[in-house]
């Protein structure tokens, strides 16, 4: 791709990302200004959580929906739409008996096992798609070469990985078999943790196939699924990363969790960008060809 038409790719492309950091801002300074009133900030979380999630079936569903049926990519995107719907699902149950019944907490309600079921469910179809794209560039000959500063990166990814999620893991497995409510909320939480640690192991990878692939369209495809599995590294980090933060560490938890807005919003854009990556292009015509209608038979 020449110089003239990757700037005017890369200007095409700069407010999609824009959109999502205002979108990111908005969910951010909405949960700061309800910091003191939980119910609010609980509808904040959940406006937003509906936003973000249906952009992201939104844009997961666009991308399927662009490949033959048996391509490879349709079953890497078909389950990242999978997952996408999923994820909504849960969303939707959390929301009904938010406004149902909200004094009492989601997890001594009766949806909690059907949640369990639902966030098992998406993140096994998440994960799965996941490690098929990260696959894609051995599939099309597109590996990148093994150098110090790729290997480094994917170092860096793998130890956040490990010290994000181990203590989750290692905390949660104590509470399997005490009580129902707390091995259902336990199952929750190890199949959340579990799938982010494979999203954050396969930053590595994803973002060294972008970097390959820099100055064409399907570049921003691969970025924008890099920068989607950062986010949710930063957000499995809330809890010791708001304890390094000024002012109360559950405020800062809370500003922290904002980040799924931006990991969700990422997936849809990274979609969009592949259905339209796919998207024919119109040709001008040749500088020679006439510009009346030909009016004989071929």
Same mark, same amino acid.
Do not use: C
């Given at each position: 791709? =020449?110089?003239?038409? =990757?700037?005017?790719? &890369?200007?095409?492309?700069?407010?999609?990302?824009?959109?999502?950091?205002?979108?990111?801002? #908005?969910?951010?300074?909405?949960?700061?200004? #309800?910091?003191?009133?939980?119910?609010?900030?609980?509808?904040?979380?959940?406006? #937003?959580?509906?936003?973000?999630?249906?952009?992201?079936?939104?844009?997961?569903?666009?991308?399927?929906?662009?490949?033959?049926?048996?391509?490879?990519?349709?079953? $890497?995107?078909?389950?990242? &739409?999978?997952?996408?719907?999923?994820?909504?699902?849960?969303?939707?149950?959390?929301?009904?008996?938010?406004?149902? $019944?909200?004094?009492?907490?989601?997890?001594?309600?009766?949806?909690?096992?059907?949640?369990?079921? $639902?966030?098992?469910?998406?993140?096994?179809? %998440?994960?799965?798609?996941?490690?098929?794209?990260?696959?894609?560039?051995?599939?099309?000959?597109?590996?990148?070469?093994s150098t110090a500063r790729g290997n480094a990166l994917w170092a860096v990814t793998a130890v956040a990985a490990l010290a994000v999620g181990l203590p989750v893991l290692a905390a949660e497995v104590r509470?399997?078999?005490?009580?129902?409510?707390?091995?259902?909320?336990?199952?929750?939480?190890?199949?959340? %943790?579990?799938?982010?640690?494979?999203?954050?192991?396969?930053?590595?990878?994803?973002?060294?196939?972008?970097?390959?692939?820099?100055?064409?369209?399907?570049?921003?495809?691969?970025?924008?699924?890099?920068?989607?599995?950062?986010?949710?590294?930063?957000?499995?980090?809330? $809890?010791?990363?708001?304890?390094?933060?000024?002012?109360?560490?559950?405020?800062?938890?809370?500003?922290?969790?904002?980040?799924r807005t931006s990991g969700l919003v990422l997936l849809g854009l990274a979609g969009w960008l592949q259905r339209s990556a796919l998207a024919p292009q119109a040709m001008p015509p040749p500088a020679h060809a006439s510009v009346e209608? =030909?009016?004989?038979?071929?």
């Amino acid at each position: 791709m =020449s110089a003239p038409s =990757s700037n005017r790719a &890369a200007g095409s492309i700069v407010p999609w990302f824009a959109a999502v950091l205002v979108l990111q801002l #908005a969910h951010a300074f909405a949960a700061a200004a #309800a910091l003191g009133e939980p119910h609010r900030l609980q509808l904040v979380h959940d406006i #937003a959580g509906w936003s973000s999630g249906l952009l992201a079936v939104f844009g997961t569903f666009a991308a399927a929906r662009s490949f033959e049926s048996g391509d490879y990519l349709r079953k $890497v995107w078909g389950g990242l &739409a999978a997952g996408a719907f999923l994820s909504l699902v849960s969303t939707a149950l959390r929301s009904y008996w938010l406004h149902a $019944v909200p004094d009492v907490p989601f997890t001594q309600g009766p949806l909690l096992p059907y949640r369990m079921v $639902v966030v098992v469910l998406a993140n096994v179809s %998440t994960t799965y798609a996941l490690i098929l794209l990260a696959m894609t560039y051995r599939q099309s000959g597109l590996q990148p070469p093994s150098t110090a500063r790729g290997n480094a990166l994917w170092a860096v990814t793998a130890v956040a990985a490990l010290a994000v999620g181990l203590p989750v893991l290692a905390a949660e497995v104590r509470h399997l078999g005490t009580s129902s409510i707390a091995t259902m909320s336990a199952v929750i939480s190890l199949a959340s %943790t579990l799938a982010d640690m494979t999203t954050i192991l396969l930053v590595a990878p994803i973002l060294s196939v972008a970097y390959m692939l820099r100055g064409g369209k399907l570049a921003w495809v691969w970025w924008a699924m890099g920068i989607s599995g950062a986010m949710w590294l930063f957000y499995d980090a809330r $809890v010791w990363l708001a304890s390094l933060l000024p002012g109360d560490a559950a405020q800062g938890q809370e500003l922290l969790r904002t980040l799924r807005t931006s990991g969700l919003v990422l997936l849809g854009l990274a979609g969009w960008l592949q259905r339209s990556a796919l998207a024919p292009q119109a040709m001008p015509p040749p500088a020679h060809a006439s510009v009346e209608p =030909s009016t004989g038979t071929p």
